[in-house]
């Protein structure tokens, strides 16, 4: 880190959100993978647009839907077209119980992930657990590259529940749209 | 003014503060956090801390609320270190009602909730 050479911050956009120069937290030490996406040239167009508007999913939207012990369900996420999906992160009530998700688009069929994940690897908590609730979270977790729902497709967020016990269940999925 | 000549503006840092005690099982919706008249404000991430869990939206400049559902606090309340990035960064305007809060207390007991709007202040000079 002492070896990086010291950047002038006037010459740093203090107004952009998601500039890895701006944000520690987004440094290339900190969290390369951040700051990898954050550089890519999709994400930089998106980040210096004008005309876009963050936007958040919570899936299932009904956060009192409770998915009984082993079963699965498939959420449509109500996105509006033109929607980027650049990070996510999941979890999950009671006591941040783990449960398996996957995320696929509903005209081509691809699937973010080869076979569905553990919640526990998006959750936010630092330490992968936090079940008391106070605040000390990593928030979202990002994309290698973000990723475009071109009309008429939508992301379908699978959620399994491989517990023993009925849960509430949410993955979340940062997203920023085009304005029409 | 004439036409072809841009407003211009001096850039601040910048941090809105809002603080409640939720009551057990309390909902609040649309609480204003009012944003100052002399200037524009650029909200760029969130972070904060609570007693216990509850759950939040906001709304947007354009009056769209930023997500489809009230979303967990452990979900999108960041920290200091790392506050949670809202990009790309909506503009609230000078005098407005700010993101209006949707806020519920998700335990039976009081839940002191303070939330901290990070981004810049924009105020225009000319």
Same mark, same amino acid.
């Given at each position: 880190?002492?070896?990086?050479?010291?950047?002038?911050? $006037?010459?740093?956009?203090?107004?952009?959100?998601?500039?890895?120069?701006?944000?520690?937290?987004?440094?290339?030490?900190? =969290?390369?993978?951040?700051?990898?996406?954050?550089?890519?040239?999709?994400m930089l167009a998106l980040r210096l647009a004008s005309g876009i508007e963050?936007?958040?999913?919570?899936?299932?939207?009904?956060?009192?839907?409770?998915?009984?012990?082993?079963?699965?369900?498939?959420?449509?996420?109500?996105?509006?077209?033109?929607?980027?999906?650049?990070?996510?992160n999941a979890s999950s009530r009671p006591n941040n119980t783990d449960f398996?998700?996957?995320?696929?688009? $509903? !005209?081509?069929?691809?699937?973010?992930?080869?076979?569905?994940?553990?919640?526990? *690897?998006?959750?936010?908590?630092?330490?992968?657990?936090?079940?008391?609730?106070? *605040?000390? =979270?990593?928030?979202?977790?990002?994309?290698?590259?973000?990723?475009?729902?071109?009309?008429?497709?939508?992301?379908?967020?699978?959620?399994?529940?491989?517990?023993?016990?009925?849960?509430?269940?949410? !993955?979340?999925?940062?997203?920023?749209?085009?304005?029409? | 003014?004439?036409?072809?000549?841009?407003?211009?503006? !001096?850039?601040?840092?910048?941090?809105?503060?809002?603080?409640?005690?939720?009551?057990?099982?309390?909902?609040?919706?649309?609480?204003? !956090?009012?944003?100052?008249?002399?200037?524009?404000?650029?909200?760029?991430?969130?972070?904060?801390?609570?007693?216990?869990?509850?759950?939040?939206?906001?709304?947007?400049?354009?009056?769209?609320?930023?997500?489809?559902?009230?979303?967990?606090?452990?979900?999108?309340?960041?920290?200091?270190?790392?506050?949670?990035?809202?990009?790309?960064?909506?503009?609230?305007?000078?005098?407005?009602?700010?993101?209006?809060?949707?806020?519920?207390?998700?335990?039976?007991g009081t839940n002191n909730v303070l939330i901290i709007f990070d981004g810049?202040?924009?105020?225009?000079?000319?």
């Amino acid at each position: 880190m002492l070896n990086r050479p010291w950047q002038d911050p $006037s010459g740093t956009d203090w107004t952009d959100a998601l500039n890895p120069l701006a944000k520690p937290g987004f440094s290339q030490n900190n =969290n390369p993978f951040a700051f990898a996406l954050l550089k890519d040239p999709l994400m930089l167009a998106l980040r210096l647009a004008s005309g876009i508007e963050p936007r958040l999913f919570v899936c299932p939207d009904d956060r009192s839907r409770t998915i009984p012990a082993g079963q699965t369900i498939d959420f449509e996420a109500p996105i509006d077209p033109n929607t980027w999906l650049w990070a996510l992160n999941a979890s999950s009530r009671p006591n941040n119980t783990d449960f398996l998700f996957n995320i696929t688009d $509903s !005209v081509t069929g691809a699937s973010m992930f080869s076979q569905p994940v553990s919640m526990r *690897s998006y959750n936010a908590a630092v330490t992968g657990l936090n079940n008391s609730g106070v *605040s000390g =979270n990593r928030g979202p977790l990002h994309l290698v590259k973000p990723h475009l729902y071109v009309p008429p497709s939508f992301p379908v967020v699978r959620i399994i529940n491989t517990s023993d016990a009925d849960l509430r269940c949410w !993955v979340n999925l940062f997203c920023c749209v085009e304005l029409p | 003014m004439p036409e072809d000549v841009q407003p211009t503006y !001096v850039e601040e840092p910048c941090t809105y503060v809002f603080q409640t005690d939720l009551a057990a099982d309390e909902r609040l919706q649309q609480v204003s !956090v009012n944003i100052d008249r002399d200037s524009d404000f650029m909200l760029t991430g969130i972070h904060g801390s609570s007693d216990d869990a509850y759950t939040m939206n906001f709304r947007l400049p354009s009056g769209r609320l930023y997500s489809n559902a009230e979303i967990p606090n452990t979900d999108i309340i960041g920290t200091a270190n790392q506050p949670t990035a809202i990009g790309p960064p909506p503009i609230y305007r000078a005098g407005s009602s700010g993101p209006q809060l949707d806020l519920t207390n998700l335990i039976s007991g009081t839940n002191n909730v303070l939330i901290i709007f990070d981004g810049i202040r924009r105020i225009r000079t000319t």
